[in-house]
């Protein structure tokens, strides 16, 4: 998708892509609930369908 990292944060790793920087949110290596995915998704302009086909 265009992201470079995950590099190291002061409280959360993150990826970058040009200037826009998304912060990884889950620093503890556990599963996250699908609500939080979708923010995710939303903030990096990603569809749910974009999303499944990756998984493929």
């Given at each position: ?14 990826m ?41």
């Amino acid at each position: 998708m265009g992201y470079e990292g995950p590099f190291h944060g002061s409280k959360h790793n993150f990826m970058r892509r040009g200037r826009h920087k998304l912060r990884i949110p889950n620093p503890h290596g556990d599963d996250i609930n699908v609500s939080l995915l979708i923010r995710i998704l939303r903030e990096v302009g990603i569809s749910k369908e974009e999303w499944d086909r990756l998984g493929e």
